[in-house]
């Protein structure tokens, strides 16, 4: 019987995300499923796998492609799919374990990144408008839902510009990074 | 005469790597061999490179009738081996220079 953990987190940073399920990797617990905020952790005795998360391309044919390119070449494990993140792990011995070599294509992630923020701000201040009207011609209480929104429209604002700000640090570096 | 950019390690290795057809973790692993060890390709890194080499026509799918299960293998083209050349050239011509450098050191 495998031991399981729960753990309640909030992530919009990939990178910290990231960063946190490797740790938990370190200490032996394994992300197995995650949804809304719930992620569940399995366990084994030694650090088995290193965690990456990636962004799929939107094309569906294309998104399979590569899903399918990383399993077979790079011998890469699909713990979860979500919206157009994926979260993925390789075991810790079959070497390490890097999405992105080189400065150019992990400029091309954080860019990725920085549109679907870009795009997902717009969405929220949209419906911050459509709901906003009939909160002030009707009921003010309604205010509060267009209010929550540009709250979280404000967030993905921050986070395109967090990615957008990664990308420029990798352009000033002269050299690539392997 | 067009005026080239230059070809990241990745472009080069991966282009070099393809003279005969390879599929991804076979150019994965040819490339860390060459390069002992200082080139380690991602899979997202190849995937992208993959994708922008075949648009640009320099490399092509090297299908094979049997078996359809079988890896996407890819293999280089007359236009990729022109830009792998093309490379080399500017990279000699470079090297050929830096000998000033070290005439320098030496006085």
Redesign the interface.
């Known amino acids: 019987m495998k031991e399981k953990l729960v753990r309640w987190k909030f992530y919009f940073d990939k990178d910290k995300e990231e960063q946190w399920l490797n740790e938990m990797a370190d200490k032996g617990w394994n992300m197995k499923k995650n949804c809304l905020g719930i992620y569940i952790f399995e366990h084994s005795d030694k650090r088995q796998y290193t965690y990456r998360i ?1 962004i799929l391309p939107e094309d569906e044919q294309e998104k399979e492609e ?1 899903l399918t ?2 399993k ?5 494990e699909i713990v979860q799919q979500r919206l157009f993140w994926v979260v993925l792990r390789k075991l810790s011995d079959k ?2 374990f ?5 400065a ?2 992990k400029k ?2 954080y860019r990725k990144m920085e549109q679907i923020f870009y795009v997902l701000s717009g969405v929220c201040f949209f419906f911050m408008f459509f709901t906003a009207i009939p909160a002030v011609k009707k009921d003010h209480a309604l205010i509060i839902l267009p209010m929550f929104l540009a709250v979280l429209g404000v967030i993905m604002l921050k986070q395109a510009r967090k990615n957008s700000q990664k990308r420029k640090k990798l352009e000033q570096c002269a050299a ?1 990074l ?1 | 005469m067009e005026r080239m950019q230059p070809l990241t390690d990745a472009l080069f290795y991966v282009l070099l790597a393809l003279r005969q057809p390879k599929h991804g973790y076979g150019i994965i692993q040819e490339v860390q061999e060459l390069t002992n060890g200082r080139l380690v390709l991602g899979a997202g890194t190849l995937y992208g490179a993959l994708k922008m080499l075949e648009e640009r026509g320099w490399i092509s799918l090297y299908s094979q009738q049997n078996d359809s299960r079988k890896k996407k293998e890819y293999l280089i083209t007359e236009e990729g081996r022109r830009a792998f050349f093309a490379e080399c050239d500017r990279l000699t011509e470079m090297l050929n220079n830096s000998h000033l450098m070290r005439e320098e050191e030496a006085e």
């Open positions: 990636d590569y390119f990383l077979e070449e790079g011998d890469i070497g390490v890097e999405l992105y070599s080189d150019e294509s091309q992630q690539d392997f």
